[in-house]
């Protein structure tokens, strides 16, 4: 299974999403604050993906602590865990998983022990997302059809992930499954991770996959060439509004328009129950220089605005269903996710 991260001989081993598909590049880092970099700048990116990042980064942040005084020692890694947090605030994976090992550490009394506990848990997330993951692509893929032509946006494969995808783990367990199932996956601006990263991805499953401009999937639903949209979330909303990359919600409403379902896969550590709807969902608001140049080379006229929102919020009215591993639900999801809770 390719991975996005490896923890080895105390150092977190990344592969740098950057750089992909041209070279494989494997970062070795050794500080937290090389993690929280490699967050803010997409080398790691994906919203189950940037948590576990987070995770092993606050055991980089607690390895280099010195005190043996417990209450020092915390307070010094909150400071840790402030900046972890600080770096992309979309994704609630990300604040869910520092949260995680944050209780760890505050409940565990034995100083000396408390940097072993907090590896032992970033561990123990990433082996809880990648079950999760494979049990949401089960789900999933029931709802596949045979011979279905699926459209994704974005990346939502290992690289994403603990390690076996989401969106594309339900087109992945169909495809084991024998099922017949052709991709049409967007380019994804301004980052193109559908370009760049689920043709990647996809071609080296043997999953048969074609790029379209975003701008083209509206034409294709249209005309009858999707049979469902699947897509991933960087935070779901107690009553299903979803956060997503930006032009999700184009598709959710395209999707319906044209008679198309529309999923949201899910895994439990995207679902944020605190939030009552979308419109409370933080949406990052990303650098100008990834609208306005591509590699360094400059595409619009000097001294012309750009707003480059990274995320949208699809209004749970038009997802057909949400995927999780603890099941697939449909509306109303306000009661159907908080039956979930104890599942
Ligand atoms: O800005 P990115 O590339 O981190 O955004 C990623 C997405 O929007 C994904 O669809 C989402 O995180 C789900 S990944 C399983």
Not at 268 to 274: F, K
């Amino acid at each position: 299974m390719l991975r996005p991260m490896e923890w080895k001989s105390g150092k977190l081993r990344l592969l740098d999403q950057t750089r992909l598909p041209e070279a494989e590049v494997y970062l070795e880092l050794e500080d937290y604050r090389e993690v929280a970099s490699a967050i803010r700048e997409m080398r790691v990116r994906g919203a189950p993906a940037i948590g576990l990042a987070a995770a092993y980064g606050l055991v980089l942040g607690a390895q280099k602590l010195q005190t043996p005084n417990r209450q020092e020692f915390l307070s010094e890694l909150a400071q840790v865990k402030e900046e972890l947090s600080a770096t992309r605030p979309t994704a609630v994976n990300l604040f869910w998983a520092l949260e995680r090992l944050w209780q760890v550490a505050e409940g565990e009394p034995d100083p000396s022990s408390l940097k072993a506990r907090l590896l032992e848990e970033a561990r123990c997330l990433e082996v809880e997302e990648v079950a999760a993951e494979q049990r949401l692509g089960e789900y999933g893929a029931q709802l596949i059809p045979d011979g279905a032509t699926v459209l994704t946006h974005c990346h939502t494969g290992s690289l994403a992930t603990g390690g076996y995808g989401t969106a594309l783990g339900i087109i992945r367990v169909a495809h084991e499954r024998g099922k017949r199932v052709k991709v049409i996956a967007d380019e994804t601006r301004p980052r193109l991770q559908g370009a760049r990263l689920t043709a990647w991805e996809l071609k080296r499953l043997g999953i048969p996959v074609m790029v379209i401009v975003d701008g083209a999937a509206g034409s294709f639903l249209s005309r009858g060439l999707i049979d469902c949209v699947v897509v991933g979330a960087d935070r779901v909303a107690a009553n299903g509004d979803t956060a997503n990359k930006i032009g999700t919600y184009s598709l959710a409403v395209l999707a319906m328009e044209n008679g198309v379902p529309f999923y949201v896969a899910a895994p439990w550590s995207s679902i944020d129950l605190s939030l009552p709807s979308g419109s409370e969902i933080p949406v990052e608001e990303r650098p100008e220089d990834e609208i306005t140049h591509i590699r360094g080379q400059r595409l619009l006229p000097q001294g012309v605005g750009v707003a480059n929102p990274a995320f949208d919020i699809t209004p749970h009215q038009y997802i057909t269903a949400i995927i999780t591993e603890r099941g697939v639900v449909r509306e109303p999801y306000v009661t159907k996710l908080k039956e979930l809770i104890s599942g």
